[in-house]
């Protein structure tokens, strides 16, 4: 065990601090200036520091609810549904009864109990109780114990972390640019065309074939790349998050790079990217190949529009789960361009594509350096160089 780390409790070096949720059926308690976040903000979200959610809520809101305005800073903790999601609030902000949010104290570094709670999230979900899902109380978590160094170690190991995350998020960021860039050309020249009289009326089935590839679960599959529903980006081309083929045993696809990947899935959530390696996936998303490699760019910004994810999200069948049949999604209608016009936009998006998926790549081995390093600089196993 590292010298002079002490076994503390959470409660000793933060405050723990619930959320709350307005009155929904009130609508003067939301639209106002102050940041909500919910769980459902923090997931795939990639960062660390999180500015603001989806809805703000107003004063009103805020006063007549058990929501809480927590200071820049604060370790925001989801505690149920999932348990484990973590960010940094970058300004003061609130958030729903789904967390448990840590205002870390004076002498502690608020960077290194964000990292301390990201190395010990399965501890954490070990510790919630509860049967329809799993939820951390405010009690629990005050109680549970940690190996805790010094202030000047704590801010050493979280630089060595932040720095690795640093680059990371300027990936993520330089991607997002690239990628607004070409979703902005795009629609400028397809979209809000305004000579785009006269072009031909098509569908999106003339551009690409469904494929449905089917494979067996064997052991052969397992070292396969594996692109699940849940780790492609909402609103993001970029799908080079994957996981292994072992992990998949039903309904398993095989896709090639360079085609595109739909979530049909509950499509409202935006899933939509070019495979940038071979690999397989589960029928919730469908494998759209391109019938001309002239055709790829050009298709995918379609299947990305908010105009067919729109289509798509109110055209699903089902309930409970819904989701999109091809049959409708084919038949969407387009206006056809001429071919020398896709071409100009294939070779505009190609060096960007190249750069998003070169970005991609980098982010994912600096992440697996990082979650190597990450316990063994929690339990002191690796130390770090103090600069006092």
């Known amino acids: 065990m590292a010298g002079e780390w002490r076994e503390l409790a959470v409660e000793e070096f933060a405050e723990v601090v619930g959320g709350g949720t307005p009155s929904t059926a009130d609508e003067r308690n939301f639209g106002g200036d102050i940041p909500w976040i919910t769980p459902k903000d923090l997931s795939n979200y990639g960062f660390r520091y999180i500015e603001r959610g989806e809805r703000n809520i107003t004063e009103k809101g805020l006063l007549e609810s058990n929501a809480t305005l927590l200071p820049a800073g604060a370790v925001l903790l989801s505690t149920r549904a999932p348990v484990g999601y973590l960010a940094i609030a970058k300004n003061p902000l609130t958030t729903n009864q789904g967390f448990k949010s840590l205002v870390v104290r004076d002498g502690f570094d608020n960077e290194f109990v964000f990292y301390l709670l990201k190395a010990n999230v399965d501890y954490l979900k070990s510790q919630a109780s509860g049967t329809t899902f799993g939820e951390l109380s405010g009690s629990t978590l005050r109680k549970l114990k ?29 991607n997002r640019t690239l990628e607004a860039i070409a979703q902005a050309v795009f629609r400028h020249w397809f979209v809000e065309n305004e000579e785009a009289e006269g072009w031909e009326v098509g569908r999106l089935g003339d551009l690409v074939t469904l494929v449905n590839e089917r494979i067996d679960p064997t052991p052969q599959k ?118 020398e016009l896709m071409s100009k936009f294939s070779e505009f998006f190609q060096p960007l594509w190249l750069k998003i998926v070169s970005n991609g790549e980098q982010s994912r081995t600096l992440a697996a350096l990082r979650d190597a390093l ?14 006092e």
């Open 146 to 174: 940690f190996l805790i160094p010094p202030l000047p170690e704590q801010r050493a190991i979280a630089a060595v972390l932040g720095a690795l995350d640093d680059k990371i998020e300027l990936n993520r960021r330089m």
């Open 222 to 339: 397992d070292n396969e790349r594996y692109i699940a529903l849940d780790d492609m980006p909402s609103k993001s081309i970029d799908l080079s998050q994957y996981r292994l083929g072992l992990e998949v045993n039903s309904s398993i696809t095989r896709f090639k790079k360079g085609d595109i990947l739909f979530g049909s899935m509950r499509p409202y959530f935006h899933k939509v990217g070019i495979a940038p390696f071979d690999g397989i996936t589960r029928t919730t998303t469908f494998v759209l190949r391109p019938k001309e490699d002239l055709f790829r760019a050009f298709a995918l910004y379609w299947f990305f529009s908010d105009e067919v994810i729109e289509f798509s999200t109110t055209s699903s069948v089902g309930t409970t789960i819904p989701y999109m049949r091809w049959e409708t999604l084919a038949e969407y209608e387009i206006p056809l361009p001429p071919r």
């Open 374 to 387: 990450l316990p063994k600089l929690m339990l002191g196993e690796v130390r770090v160089t103090v600069h």
